[in-house]
């Protein structure tokens, strides 16, 4: 009975907090400051062997797991962890996948 009153209480919760939804507009800004030198404009790269995000690589993926690509960096992409916000870090990953 116990478990049927917790599930019903975090129904109960997440239908009543909104749920926030990632800002593109964050997102965009930051690709442009800190992204499109090296992925391009509209997602194409410019250098060798970089993700076209314009075609969707590597975003077939969960936003945790891109926002930990992010954060740790890959190869020639340098690590961004502590650089930006959570919810900034989400904003990337929206915008990423406008790109297609």
Do not use: K
């Amino acid at each position: 009975m116990s478990r049927f009153l917790l599930l019903i209480s975090l129904v109960l919760l997440l239908l009543s907090s909104p749920l926030m939804a990632a800002d593109t507009t964050v997102g965009s800004r930051l690709y442009m400051r800190h992204c499109q030198n090296c992925h391009g404009t509209n997602g194409q790269p410019l250098m060798p062997a970089m993700p076209d995000f314009s075609r969707g690589e590597r975003l077939l993926r969960a936003d945790e797991q891109v926002v930990s690509s992010i954060e740790q960096g890959q190869g020639m992409m340098p690590a961004f962890a502590g650089r930006f916000s959570r919810d900034e870090l989400y904003a990337l990953v929206a915008f990423l996948r406008t790109l297609r």
